[in-house]
T-cell receptor, first 115, second 114 residues
Framework: KAGVTQTPRYLIKTRGQQVTLSCSPI?????VSWYQQTPGQGLQFLFE???????NKGNFPGRFSGRQFSNSRSEMNVSTLELGDSALYLC??????????????FGPGTRLTVL | AQSVTQLGSHVSVSEGALVLLRCNYS??????LFWYVQYPNQGLQLLLK??????LVKGINGFEAEFKKSETSFHLTKPSAHMSDAAEYFC????????????FGSGTRLSIRP
């Protein structure tokens, strides 16, 4: 079974631009979560989608948004990029998203650099 | 605020030696606890998780962790380190039913000396 895939793997943008990252979960998984990883702030939860609906949301500004399609693939969008948005963005998928019952499988991440 | 603390941002051990990575969480309410490993340029991989079934949890690659409520700790151990264990390790905790709303520790980089 194929793992979680994320595209692109690397991205360079300039301040003020917007960016869209894509995540394809493991087949059959309906929960997709996004995380931001930076040296200063560590790993932080962005949001979770389940059955095309945002189910949980972390503490990030509205410039960060996402969506999920009927095939469970998910995209996240960052508008008006800032230097501080440079990070590794990780996507994780699981069957239903339950902490006690499910396992989250992480993709390799998209490395975003904002210049 | 709920939090998780990993003591030591960098731990170095000799090959064959005991590995001990420390993790403490902030609440007395039993949470779900996790240890993840991240190899360079890769995503996170779940090593093990505690879900209140047993206090000693065995994971992959010979790792195990013990939940100690009285100490609010969930330290990760491995009896004998291998070179392939060199990676970054993250302790994570959630008090919610959703696996996504987890709080990660700051990570511990494990180095293995030959």
């Amino acid at each position: 079974k194929a793992g979680v895939t994320q595209t692109p793997r690397y991205l360079i943008k300039t301040r003020g631009q917007q960016v869209t990252l894509s995540c394809s979960p493991i087949s059959g998984h309906r929960s997709v979560s996004w995380y931001q990883q930076t040296p200063g702030q560590g790993l932080q939860f962005l949001f979770e989608y389940f059955s095309e609906t945002q189910r949980n949301k972390g503490n990030f500004p509205g410039r960060f948004s996402g969506r999920q399609f009927s095939n469970s693939r998910s995209e996240m969008n960052v508008s008006t990029l800032e230097l501080g948005d440079s990070a590794l963005y990780l996507c994780a998928s699981s069957l239903e998203g339950g902490a006690g019952t499910d396992t989250q499988y992480f993709g390799p991440g998209t490395r975003l650099t904002v210049l | 605020a709920q939090s998780v603390t990993q003591l030591g941002s960098h731990v170095s051990v000799s090959e064959g030696a005991l590995v001990l990575l420390r993790c403490n969480y902030s609440s007395s309410v039993p949470p779900y606890l996790f240890w993840y490993v991240q190899y360079p340029n890769q995503g996170l991989q779940l090593l093990l998780k505690y879900t209140s079934a047993a206090t000693l949890v065995k994971g992959i690659n010979g790792f195990e962790a013990e939940f100690k409520k009285s100490e609010t700790s969930f330290h990760l151990t491995k009896p004998s380190a291998h070179m392939s264990d060199a990676a970054e390790y993250f302790c994570a905790v959630t008090w919610y039913s959703s696996a996504s709303k987890i709080i990660f520790g700051s990570g511990t980089r494990l180095s293995i000396r030959p």
